[in-house]
């Protein structure tokens, strides 16, 4: 009986080594990309530790010795692995065991509650029983299904997050200090065991930590979306300027052309023609062939839709623009560049992926009672992966991808326009709706009348 309780208990010790590799292997290391040598490494590393961790917890629950030499040992052992990037090693890892420590406390003073006088020699103190396996087991499994969650929801963890994590890892160290010593002083009839209130008192605490934790890395992860969205904004500004500017060389080109033309007909009423052959080779140099279509009759989106149209027939993409003649918009020159340009290189990039089948995109502009209606479908070989009514990127590095929807979005909702998706079996539609300008300020006027 009592080899079988050393197996179980061993067996209770490595899991608890597998559940924090486990959630390693899916935030910050990567199990392809180990050597043999490495995955030899992680087996000793889960062996060896939970060896050690069997012979202690057969003599007693909890040690802090223990505990502070394994979470050194697994903290060498993913910085051997990884070989950069060691005090965030150190507090994730801190942090994990921690957390487990903190559960076996929480569960044991919950047991505490149960078994009352019986707890030291069942659970707590060279107990070699089954109830102490339980104990262990109840507890693995509450870290797992956390593990499980945490990884659900997609969180990306990297060395941003040290500081945080290195406080938090302080301040749970310092709960479990604290409740240790107490569950001590209960088992050893120094003060009142009452494990019902300990327990409690120990999980709200660890609730708390927990939550804010959870709100200073959410804080973190918008204070970062906050500064790629900035980035964004700025770098589709500049590519607007840039846009201007091919657009005012454009039209000066296209104005010189008309005096060259003048001055080339001159030259034909005077039957000059080696002087029109040496004039034509020289502005054959500076002169660019203009294919410009006029679809919205605005000048600057018509450039943009001309220059997103010859991208996609570049690639091989079958472009068509329905539009009707729309030359007042409410929207700026940089929000028609953001908007139309990231839908269009997002449509570009789509028919790319495909595979089988006619790469197309189609564009729609109308307008209706002052309304602006906007349709963009295109051919996609992916599925996009829609989750709670977004579009989940497919896209390997996924925090530099993204924010073009969401400027387009926030253009959408500046203009109090509405925005909305669909998507069908190799097909992707986006629709956008907005007042155009003359009833945008008839919209406005309204308002303030009414206040």
């Keep these: 009986m009592q080899q079988l309780y050393y197996i179980l208990l061993f067996c209770v010790s490595a899991s608890e080594f597998v559940i924090g590799y486990y959630l390693l292997f899916h935030t910050i290391l990567d199990w392809g990309s180990l050597t043999l040598f490495d995955k030899s490494a992680v087996l000793m ?8 961790l069997t012979i202690n917890r057969g003599l007693t629950f909890f040690s802090d010795l223990i505990f502070l030499f394994v979470v050194v040992i697994d903290c060498l052992l993913v910085y051997f692995i990884k070989k950069k990037e060691f005090w965030f090693i150190a507090s994730y890892v801190w942090l994990f065991f921690t957390v487990v420590a903190l559960t076996d406390i929480c569960i044991a003073f919950l047991s505490m509650a149960i078994f009352e006088k019986n707890f030291i020699e069942l659970i707590y103190y060279r ?11 109840a507890s693995r499994a509450v870290v797992l299904i956390s593990c499980k969650y945490f990884i659900k929801n997609g969180w990306e963890i990297n060395e941003e997050y040290t500081g945080a994590f290195l406080m938090i890892d302080v301040i749970l160290f310092l709960v479990l200090k604290r409740y240790q010593r107490l569950i001590v002083k209960m088992s050893l009839g120094e003060i009142y065991m009452d494990g019902l209130n300990g327990g409690f008192s120990l999980l709200t605490a660890v609730v708390v930590v927990m939550l804010f934790m959870v709100l200073v890395m959410k804080n973190q992860i918008m204070q970062k979306e906050k500064r790629f969205l900035e980035l964004h ?4 500004e500049q590519s607007y300027l840039i846009q201007h500017q091919n657009l005012e060389v454009n039209h000066q080109l296209v104005h010189d052309m008309k005096h060259h033309l003048l001055f080339l007909r001159k030259l034909v ?20 062939e203009t294919d410009e279509v006029t679809w919205t009759g605005n000048r600057f989106l018509d450039f943009i839709l001309n220059q997103k149209k010859k991208k996609a027939e570049d690639n091989g993409i079958q472009m068509s623009i329905k539009a009707e003649i729309v030359p007042k918009w409410n929207l700026t020159e940089n929000e028609m560049s953001v908007m139309f340009g990231n839908l269009l290189d997002n449509a570009i990039e789509a028919c790319e992926k495909v595979n089988k089948g006619n790469k197309w995109i189609c564009l729609s502009v109308k307008k209706r009672a002052g309304i602006i209606l906007i349709e963009i479908g295109n051919s ?5 992966d829609v989750q709670q009514d977004r579009i989940i990127s497919s896209k390997q590095n996924r925090q530099l991808h993204g924010y073009g929807l969401k400027s387009v979005k926030r253009i ?4 109090k326009g509405c925005i909305e998706w669909r998507v ?3 097909e992707f539609y986006i629709n956008i709706s907005f007042f155009d300008s003359d009833r945008w300020k008839e919209g406005e006027e309204c308002v303030n009348r009414k206040l």
């Excluded at 590393?45 to 050690?52: R, W």
């Excluded at 996609?380 to 996009?384: E, L, N, R, S, T």
């Excluded at 959408?412 to 203009?415: D, F, G, L």
């Design 45 to 52: 590393g889960v062996v060896l530790p939970s060896l050690l």
């Design 127 to 137: 107990s070699a029983s089954l109830w102490q396996i339980i104990v262990y087991i």
């Design 233 to 236: 904004v700025q770098m589709t």
């Design 269 to 288: 009423e005077e039957k000059d023609i080696e002087q029109i052959e040496d004039y034509l080779d020289e502005i054959e140099k500076e002169y660019v």
């Design 380 to 384: 996609c070989g992916i599925f996009p």
């Design 412 to 415: 959408v909702e500046r203009q």
């Design 424 to 426: 069908l079996q190799h």
